[in-house]
């Protein structure tokens, strides 16, 4: 069975510009979520998918983060504009329902210049 | 606002000897607890975990405890590995929108 798919792996952008993260969850996964991962911290939700709906997005920075999940399947984290704190790992999970253990992806790990 | 904190951010063990991991929360509405491990450039992998009716569960050399009235977790690894050497998240879940809270980890080094 494949595992969360994500990528690109690394991406190093300057602040102000926009970055755009691709993540493709194991197939059958209705659960998709979308966590941030700062140097010395544990993972913090940013947004929870539910099929193609948001179930939870209270700590998503809506004013420079966005986040999609057409049809149900991949999904899209976007950063726009990036500022020098968003420098992280930004991971992805997926699991069959939310009471289900959440599978990780590898992680794409973001550095704000 | 720290929910779910693990104090000691590294640890260092001989192999074979035990190593165990702590793990603090403040929210008494938390039903789920989750232990899961992360190697480098990899994503963290679940491990073992506990529901808050329950004090002990095992799982090989995993035993995770569980006191509710001290709010307060702990992992076993016995014996200790060095392919355990690893960062150790301790995660907590309320109610059924999944949503973990996650503390800050914990370096374990496991020494031949």
């Known amino acids: 069975e494949a595992g969360v798919a994500q990528s690109p792996r690394y991406k190093i952008i300057e602040k102000r510009q926009s970055v755009a993260f691709w993540c493709n969850p194991i197939s059958g996964h209705a659960t998709l979520y979308w966590y941030q991962q700062i140097l010395g911290q544990g993972p913090k939700l940013l947004i929870q998918?539910?099929?193609?709906?948001?179930?939870?997005d209270s700590q998503l920075p809506k004013d420079r983060f966005s986040a999609e999940r057409l049809k149900g399947v991949d999904s899209t984290l976007k950063i726009q504009p990036a500022k020098l704190e968003d420098s992280a790992v930004y991971l992805c999970a997926s699991s069959l329902t939310s009471l289900n253990e959440q599978f990780f992806g590898p992680g794409t790990r973001l550095t704000v210049l | 606002d720290q929910q779910v904190k693990q104090n000691s951010p590294s640890l260092s063990v001989q192999e074979g000897r035990i190593s165990i991991l702590n793990c603090d929360y403040t929210?008494?509405?938390?039903?789920?607890f989750l232990w899961y491990k992360k190697y480098p450039a990899e994503g963290p992998t679940f491990l073992i975990s506990?529901?808050?009716?329950?004090d002990k569960n095992e799982d090989g050399r995993f035993t995770v405890f569980l006191n509710k009235s001290a709010k307060h977790l702990s992992l076993h690894i016995v014996p200790s590995q060095p392919g355990d050497s690893a960062v150790y998240f301790c995660?907590?879940?309320?109610?059924?929108?999944?949503?973990?809270?996650f503390g800050q980890g914990t370096t374990l080094q496991v020494k031949p």
């Open positions: 998918f539910q099929n193609n709906g948001v179930v939870d």
């Open positions: 506990i529901s808050s009716i329950k």
């Open positions: 995660a907590a879940r309320s109610g059924n929108t999944g949503k973990l809270i």
């Open positions: 929210n008494s509405m938390f039903d789920y």
